[in-house]
């Protein structure tokens, strides 16, 4: 017996997928001939229908679709302007949302039952409040920007000591570079840099590890950012200026001033007009991107607005390096240092069963939840039963 379903919806189903008919074809265990024949009739055996959704990863109600579905983001997207044509979220990015709002949740209804106060600093900002002012107040009270790079030999460690830096003041923050364990599943950073989850109790950033650690850096400004602004959205950070987007021209503003305050650049600047040379030394020093340096040159006057667009140019297709580590140090980051210890406590104490916990983290196996918690509390055991 065979269902009619459309032949765009099953191509659109494929190709979300990123199948070729042959490939499908293969997943479902049919000649490719069969497929083609799917996608122009529509006909397919009724028996197989689940299965091909679940070699698409398209919810099995979609299939039935009138025309293929338009998934929209859960929180605002501030990727694109209003004009801009719509472009579909992956299914990547829509997984790494879903599952920080499920740890945001968890966590913002874990710190009132422990009767915890509002952050005072969320939404503390308007885009009426002065970018210099609101950079001040980040930086004042995270502690992070050059004070931070003065005791931070590496990026690996200024990104480290700015997230630490967040977490201690209460912000959840999540890198990673792939969706959930699967390491085949890449974010793109053409698609998004980052992502913020606005709340008064549990603020949430979220960093795209799959791009330059120096871009990382400025995406993790930009989105503390939108917590002092109190706005939920995706971000993509293109060229440090955003164009048609007022929010998103601010917080790119706030970033660079927290990275690198105009004050600094200004003393600092040893070069003469256009200096790449000196770019570069000061990227080293602040341990922020080429790109932040040359944006923060323009706005104290060393670089005009045609020089600046030239370096971007120039600039922006420089390969992206991701960072390594074991898998403990990556793991601790993905899922946030201070979610990860609350849920494994609830879980010690037995609020919360154990598997759900290890469901929240991503971990499966036992043994592995039990080293996790250990290398959490700096090599104690904990009393997992």
């Known amino acids: 017996m065979n269902a009619t379903l459309k032949p765009n919806v099953l191509r659109w189903a494929r190709n979300k997928a990123g199948l070729s008919e042959d490939a499908l074809a293969a997943k479902v265990g049919v000649q490719s001939s069969l497929v083609k024949q799917w996608e122009s009739t529509g006909s397919i055996p009724v028996n197989l229908v689940e299965k091909l959704a679940e070699k698409t990863r398209v919810a099995f109600g979609f299939l039935f679709?009138?025309?293929?579905?338009?998934?929209?983001?859960?929180?605002?997207?501030?990727?694109?302007?209003s004009d801009a044509e719509y472009s579909e979220p992956s299914d990547e990015l829509l997984d790494v949302i879903y599952s920080a709002q499920l740890k945001q949740s968890w966590y913002r209804d874990y710190l009132i039952s422990k009767g915890e106060q509002p952050l005072p600093f969320v939404g503390k900002s308007s885009l009426n409040t002065p970018a210099r002012e609101t950079a001040q107040d980040i930086r004042r009270t995270l502690s992070i920007g050059p004070a931070l790079t003065q005791i931070a030999t590496t990026w690996e460690e200024t990104i480290r000591y700015t997230i630490?830096?967040?977490?201690?003041?209460?912000?959840?923050?999540?890198?990673?570079?792939?969706a959930g364990q699967n390491k085949a599943r890449t974010l793109s950073v053409e698609e998004f840099r980052g992502f913020a989850i606005s709340d008064k109790y549990a603020p949430l950033v979220f960093i795209n590890g799959a791009d330059a650690p120096a871009a990382q850096m400025f995406t993790m400004a930009h989105e503390i950012a939108h917590i002092w602004v109190g706005k939920s959205g995706v971000s993509n950070l293109e060229k440090t200026y955003s164009v048609g987007n007022s929010l998103e021209s601010y917080c790119n503003g706030v970033a660079a001033e927290v990275l690198l305050p105009i004050e600094e650049i200004k003393v600092s600047w040893r070069g003469g007009i256009n200096d790449t040379d000196e770019i570069r030394r000061l990227s080293d020093q602040y341990k922020v991107s080429r790109i932040v340096v040359a944006r923060r040159a323009k706005d104290a006057g060393f670089f005009t607005e045609e020089e600046y667009n030239n370096y971007y140019r120039m600039i922006a297709g420089t390969p992206r390096k991701s960072s390594g580590?074991?898998?403990?140090?990556?793991?601790k980051y993905q899922n946030s240092r201070r979610f990860s210890i609350a849920v494994i406590e609830e879980a010690i104490a037995g609020r919360t069963p154990q598997r759900d916990a290890m469901q929240f983290l991503g971990i499966k196996k036992d043994a592995t939840f039990r080293k996790y918690a250990k290398s959490l509390h700096d090599g104690m055991e904990w009393p997992i039963s």
């Open 65 to 81: 679709s009138e025309e293929p579905p338009r998934p929209a983001l859960p929180i605002s997207d501030f990727r694109r302007v």
């Open 164 to 178: 630490e830096a967040a977490e201690e003041h209460g912000i959840l923050v999540l890198r990673t570079g792939c």
């Open 325 to 331: 580590g074991s898998y403990y140090a990556n793991e």
